[in-house]
């Protein structure tokens, strides 16, 4: 299933996106797609009954906006130098174990909402990534089997960084990571039985109509299974958690001087395969 919220700033209302491409209306069914939503197997079985019977409520998307796919996250786990591609282009050693950090909840927008470059701002740049989010409670899981049996679904995420913030300014990369809207989310929410290798997905970047990053998950060093089971040592993951999972190459730091960072007036689209796509334009915060 493609899950999705549609509608102004914190009145979305839970929809779905059927095989022909036709928004549907799920609030009758649900109040919201969130962490409860993705742990209960029946309620998504109904949800999954309704849309093949076409019987659910059409809703016209002409001026619809769409919003994050996921409501009340409970944090944003990243990986840092994921790619070995990404690695190569920053000069930086691959990674032995996954890096960890985190991003806040309240970071996150819908897919085509405005993203603000931060006052202060010179070095704000673009990550394509992978977003895995979670549908059962994982701690110290054992196996990569385990890892992709608590995965709800997956989605597009922006992973925006300045890297001024987040490099020159001393400590972690927090400051970084965590500017007002830097992390677009979605469009959709795709649930896992719709991506049957997350190895085997394209992401591709561009600023102004010129394409920046196009790469791919198989060049990720951690895959998606070894990420999540590493990650569930470390702290509890629970349903509606999601996992930020890194890059490929053709991010602004990777190129030569001048870097072409990220200003305001910029308009930046991404997607993946299978799982939409995204345009935000960019003004000053």
């Known amino acids: 299933m493609k899950l999705l919220r549609v509608g102004t700033v914190g009145a979305e209302r839970p929809a779905l996106l059927d095989g022909s491409g036709v928004l549907r209306d799920l609030s009758g069914l649900v109040p919201d797609i969130d962490g409860t939503l993705l742990a209960d197997e029946r309620k998504l079985a109904a949800l999954r009954a309704a849309a093949a ?5 059409r809703l016209d998307a002409d001026g619809l906006r769409t919003g994050p796919p996921l409501a009340r996250i409970g944090k944003i786990v990243c990986i ?7 690695a190569r ?6 990674p032995e174990e996954p890096i960890l950090f985190l991003k806040a909840p309240d970071t996150v927008v819908g897919p085509d909402d405005t993203v603000l470059v931060p006052r202060g701002s010179t070095k704000t740049d673009w990550e394509v990534e992978l977003a895995v989010v979670i ?4 701690r110290y899981l054992e196996t990569d089997e385990q890892a992709l049996a608590a995965i709800a679904g997956y989605a ?18 927090d400051k970084g990571k965590n500017c007002e809207t830097f992390n677009p989310l979605g469009p959709w929410l795709v649930t896992a039985d719709e991506v049957p290798d997350p190895q085997d997905l394209g992401l591709r970047l561009w600023v102004n109509g010129e394409l920046k990053q196009n790469g791919t998950t198989a060049e990720q060093i951690f895959p998606v299974a070894e990420v999540v089971r590493y990650v569930s040592r470390f702290m509890t993951l629970y349903p509606g958690d999601v996992l930020n999972t890194g890059t490929p190459s053709g991010v602004a730091m990777g190129h030569p001087d001048p870097k072409p960072y990220l200003r305001a007036g910029d308009v930046v689209e991404l997607e993946i395969d299978g799982l939409g796509r995204q345009r935000t334009a960019l003004r000053a915060g």
């Open 53 to 57: 019977s076409g019987e659910l409520p």
């Open 80 to 86: 840092g130098l994921n790619y070995h591609d990404h």
């Open 89 to 94: 282009e920053t000069g930086a050693t691959p």
């Open 135 to 138: 549908g059962r409670t994982a």
């Open 156 to 173: 597009v995420a922006h992973d925006v960084s300045e890297r001024a913030f987040q490099i020159e300014r001393g400590g972690q990369w």
